[in-house]
């Protein structure tokens, strides 16, 4: 009886030191190559069409979207994630697809996506569930180049809502230049990105009364590079400084997906803070095959070279968590 009582005792304290409490799960996947089968003149997505080098059918299509909503889905674990930044994402119509053709028809998600001049036709996009985040205004911020710079980069996704503690939560999803063409000569792209979310983050922390600020996305350079250092010299943590590594490219990891937080997102004090131990590489087993090449394991992707494999993305989906104190 007295084991019985002090049983019923602890989960009493437990639940009521949870009240007023919620958590809430942000991921971001650069799902390599989400193109729909259709042409668009304005952009080179010949690649990616039934009659292109890849073949890309109906068939993979539609194979491909369920794998992206499978790693969603098991992401969120107990419930789906409240918000997800997706890279890589040709347009509307792909991640309307997304939404409705999956099992995450069944889920309360709405989306945004930017509206980028890249060459390809590739665009960020981020999903929210509406019982989670209520959506106010979202735009497509154009990356500010620097004299000689002329070559066009993704926009950077900002996306302004309101959290279940009444704050504004703004959240930016980038996807930087690649090292296509040279890693130096493609840096000084990447700063420039670098620079234009470090402004906008800026001064955002100015105008907010309470800011809380959450950037996420491929940066294409690992956390100790400069560009990744000149966005965590303002008001912004990395929360994956440290980490093994999202990307394998000739058998060597590196963190190019990461997630920043507004640094007063840390604190117990704040309403919404970071939970200690959540951040991760979501790295189940089903996302992995042999590297036959390199040795160890590699991120199963949908074409290993032009040979179609069936699977997700040469990327790791990135995770984290946050404690969000209720009014």
Not at 52 to 66: I, V
Request: charged share 25%; aromatic share 10%.
């Amino acid at each position: 009886m007295y084991k019985t009582l002090t049983v019923l005792l602890i989960l009493f304290i437990s639940s009521s030191a949870m009240k007023g409490q919620m958590t809430f799960r942000v991921m971001s996947y650069n799902v390599e190559n989400l193109f729909d089968t259709q042409d668009n003149p304005l952009t080179d997505d010949d690649e990616f069409l039934p009659v292109g080098a890849r073949h890309w059918s109906d068939k993979r299509y539609y194979h491909k979207l369920q794998q992206i909503a499978k790693v969603i889905i098991a992401a969120g674990e107990w419930e789906t994630p409240a918000l997800v930044g997706l890279c890589e994402i040709e347009n509307d119509t792909v991640v309307t697809h997304l939404l409705r053709k999956t099992p995450l028809r069944n889920q309360p998600y709405r989306y945004c996506i930017s509206n980028s001049s890249d060459r390809r036709g590739i665009n960020v996009a981020l999903l929210y569930r509406r019982d989670k985040f209520r959506y106010i205004s979202h735009r497509s911020v154009p990356v500010k180049h620097r004299k000689g710079n002329t070559r066009s980069a993704r926009d950077v996704l900002h996306v302004t809502g309101q959290v279940a503690t009444g704050d504004t939560l703004d959240v930016m999803v980038c996807h930087f230049p690649s090292k296509y063409g040279g890693e130096k000569e493609s840096e000084m792209r990447r700063m420039d990105a670098a620079r234009t979310v470090r402004e906008l983050c800026d001064s955002l922390g100015v105008v907010r009364t309470n800011p809380l600020i959450i950037l996420m996305g491929d940066f294409n350079e690992p956390p100790e590079s400069h560009c990744m250092q000149l966005i965590a010299e303002g008001n912004l943590h990395n929360l994956f400084a440290g980490m093994k590594g999202s990307h394998k490219y000739q058998g060597e990891w590196s963190q190019l997906d990461q997630l920043f937080v507004y640094r007063k997102m840390l604190s117990d004090l704040s309403r919404m803070r970071v939970v200690s131990g959540s951040v991760a590489n979501f790295s189940p087993p089903f996302l992995f095959v042999e590297d036959k090449t390199w040795r160890g394991k590699r991120p199963h992707r949908s074409y290993y070279g032009y040979k179609y494999r069936a699977g997700y993305s040469d990327h790791l989906p990135i995770k984290a968590d946050f404690l969000l104190s209720l009014p």
